[in-house]
C-alpha cells in the first residue's frame, strides 16, 4: 500500500512541476512578447518622423546626414533590443522545455531524443543525461 501511495505522490508532484513550468512559460512568454511588441511600435513610431525629416531636408535642399544618422542610429538601437528580446524569448522556451525533461543539442540546439548518444542533426556525440530525481 504504501509503496502505492508514494508512486500517486510522485506522478502528482510530476503534474504539478509540469504545470508551474508552463506557468512560468507562458508568464514569462507573454512580458517578452509585450516587451518585443512596445519596442517594435516604438521603432515604427520613428519612422514617419524620418520620412518627415528627409523631405524637409530636400525641399530645403540642405542634406544633413548627420542628423539622419543620428536618427537613423536610434531606429537600430531599437531594432538591436527587438532582436535581443527574440533570443530571450527562445531562451524562455529552451529552458521550459528543459525543464520538462526534454533534451537540446548542445552544439546545434536540435531537439533530440532522451536517450540518443548522437545528435541526428549535427551527428556530434552527447553528453550523457543526468537524472535529476
Ligand atoms: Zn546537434
Known sequence: MADLWQDVKKSVDKLTTTINVKTKEVVQV??????????????????????????????????????????????????EQVKQKEKELKQ????????????????????????AKFCNQCGKSLPVKIETN
Open 30 to 79: 507573454s512580458k517578452v512578447k509585450k516587451e518585443i511588441d512596445e519596442l517594435k511600435s516604438k521603432m515604427r513610431s520613428y519612422f514617419p518622423a524620418l520620412g518627415e525629416l528627409t523631405y524637409t531636408m530636400y525641399s530645403e535642399e540642405n542634406f544633413d546626414q548627420e542628423k539622419l544618422k543620428e536618427k537613423c542610429k536610434v531606429i537600430a538601437t531599437l531594432e
Open 92 to 115: 524562455v522556451y529552451r529552458e521550459s522545455q528543459e525543464a520538462r525533461g526534454k533534451r537540446f543539442c548542445p552544439y546545434c540546439e536540435a531537439k533530440i531524443s532522451d536517450d
